[in-house]
C-alpha cells in the first residue's frame, strides 16, 4: 500500500483559492468549461479538479488553463528573484563585509 504524505495546509489552500480564481477568471471571460477544456488540450475532468485546486493535477495541466485564460505571465512570475525578498536578503548576508586587492608581486 503506498503511504502518501499530505500536502502542507497553507499550501493546499493557495491551491484551492488558485483554482476559484481560475474558474472565476473562466466564468468573467465567458468561457464554458467544455471549450476551456478543448482550449487547454485536456478533459472536462481535469478542468474541474484543477478549478477546485485538487493537488493530483500536473503543474502542466494548470499552465495550459492559464495560458488560455491569458496569464500565463502571471505564472512566468511565480518564483521570479525581482519578488523573491527572503533570497535577496540571504544573498545580502552572503556578500563579503570588505573587499581587499590583491598584493602586488614583489619583483
Do not use: C, W
Request: proline letters at 6%; zero cysteines; aromatic letters at 2%.
Amino acid at each position: 500500500m503506498h503511504n502518501k504524505i499530505p500536502l502542507p495546509i497553507p499550501a493546499s489552500r493557495a491551491l484551492r483559492k488558485l483554482g476559484q480564481d481560475l474558474r472565476d477568471a473562466r466564468k468573467r471571460r465567458r468561457i464554458p468549461m467544455s471549450l476551456a477544456a478543448e482550449r487547454a488540450k485536456i478533459s472536462r475532468s481535469t478542468l474541474d479538479k484543477i478549478e477546485k485546486g485538487e493537488e493530483g493535477v500536473s503543474l502542466g495541466a494548470y499552465a495550459k488553463v492559464i495560458y488560455i485564460l491569458g496569464l500565463l505571465h502571471r505564472l512566468s512570475e511565480l518564483a521570479d528573484q525581482t519578488h523573491d525578498k527572503f533570497g535577496q536578503d540571504l544573498d545580502a548576508e552572503a556578500l563579503p563585509k570588505r573587499i581587499r586587492t590583491p598584493k602586488k608581486e614583489n619583483r
